[in-house]
């Protein structure tokens, strides 16, 4: 593991990273909070999932959470959101496939699926490396993220609840099968036979019979994508079904940006330590 960079912030360590990872065939960034009660004791771990374009960076940078980090005594790790390199095959023109844009899938289909193992990564190889590198308490985890990483925390943590103590998200892709922005994407990693999206789709998942404790999701009102992309009445209504208690706050005036995220970031991490 390579050391990109570290600095100090609110008394404990900001660190972006490098591997050359066997899942993605490629080398993976990702950075990593350590807060300054981690050098006197393993310390929570709370994952953050990244949306459409992004890389590790734009949390890191923009996401305004070390402060609530620090205070809470919690290490936030963020991952990269897709396999990148001259030899990963992408579409540079679409933003919602390829390049910035994993789903948090293993891919099946080619030419993608010798490089498009975002689920594997994110739930089985960054853990070990993490678990291996880093004061981090394994039986503590969290996990969060914005709009497609909002999907991937969602569906993860459906499929692991025996691992993750808690799920919050950031106007979350409720039902990526069905949104215009991820179904031409999941029928590109995964194939046309819509069964095996299934378990990428959190409300396809709750309706299979997949439980988890509770979540919490924060939503702006003046999102763009909030209509056809988002629909978080849609993960509403299959909770309400399923008996999963939500706490769905529809913020006023607010967009899809990181003014957004960062305006509620302390709630939720406030929110993820009572549970960690």
Sequence with gaps: MEIVSTNKSHGGVQGVYRHDSRETKCAMTFSVFT????????????????????????????????????KYGVIIVAPDTSPRGPDVPDEPDNWQFGSGAGFYVDATQEPYSKNYRMYSYVTEELPALIAEHFPADMSRQGIFGHSMGGHGAFTIALKHPDRFKSCSAFAPIAQPSTAGWSRPSLEKYLGPDEKTWRPYDSTLLIEDGARFKEFLVDQGTSDNFLKDGLRPWLLEEACAKAGIPLVLNMRDGYDHSYYFISTFMADHIAWHAARL
């Design 35 to 70: 807060p300054p009660q981690a050098e006197r004791g393993p310390a929570p771990v709370l994952w953050y999932l990244s949306g459409l374009t992004c890389s590790h960076a734009n949390v890191t940078e923009k996401g305004e959470f070390r402060a609530a980090a620090a």
